[in-house]
């Protein structure tokens, strides 16, 4: 007989599968599908573990894939929001919180304790760890938009100042990361896939 404390782990696994019918704004590299929850926290765990040594500090490496992998699952309820969306704030939010304790409450206590404390440090982004995941979370949409020829950028209107007010967190996590992304920004300018 299964214990009660695999049946909840079991019930939040299969829970969290919603999160792979999340749709996000921005869309696959070299594709006009848009990308799932799932597959970006996927793809930021793979980026994560390719290119942790550029990280400017020590991390653990492994602490940064749990932030990547469910740092968005909380969108299951509280919804994506672009990173770019002009009506509401790309930050915690109460939806977020209340999600949170829902979802990663179905799991025992002491696990969702740790994962709500896992999801929080990623949300404050103070510690080093927090600081590369959030340089990961921003890079991807930044090479998706360039090999979708401005992507999201074109089809919401999104200006360089905002594109480049966003996607400066990376250099908090990586200085190397964030000179490439720098300049693959300013390349899109001189391309004519995002505007001044």
């Known amino acids: 007989m ?68 469910i740092h968005d699952i909380v969108e299951i309820d509280a919804g994506d929001t672009f990173i770019y969306d002009t009506a509401k704030k790309h930050s915690n939010t109460d939806e977020e919180r209340l999600a949170a304790n829902r979802i990663f409450g179905m799991l025992p206590k002491e696990q969702a304790d740790k994962f709500i404390a896992v999801w929080e ?32 950028w074109a089809e919401f209107g999104v200006n360089y100042t905002k594109v480049y007010e966003k996607k400066k967190v990376i250099k908090d996590g990586s200085s190397s990361i964030w000179d490439y992304a720098e300049n693959l920004i300013n390349e899109s300018v001189e391309k004519g896939i995002l505007k001044k």
């Open 121 to 152: 440090e990623f949300e404050n982004g103070e510690t080093n760890e927090a600081k590369f995941a959030r340089s990961m979370d921003r890079l991807e949409p930044l090479l998706q938009n360039t090999s979708n020829k401005g992507g999201t």
């Open 2 to 69: 299964p214990t009660d404390k695999l049946l909840q782990q079991i019930n939040f696994i299969k829970e969290i599968d919603k999160v792979k019918y999340i749709q996000r704004k921005t869309k696959l590299f070299n594709s006009d599908r848009n990308e799932n929850d799932a597959e970006h926290s996927w793809h930021l765990a793979m980026m994560t573990i390719v290119l942790a040594e550029h990280a400017d500090a020590p991390i653990d490496v492994l602490k940064v894939l749990k932030m990547v992998l």
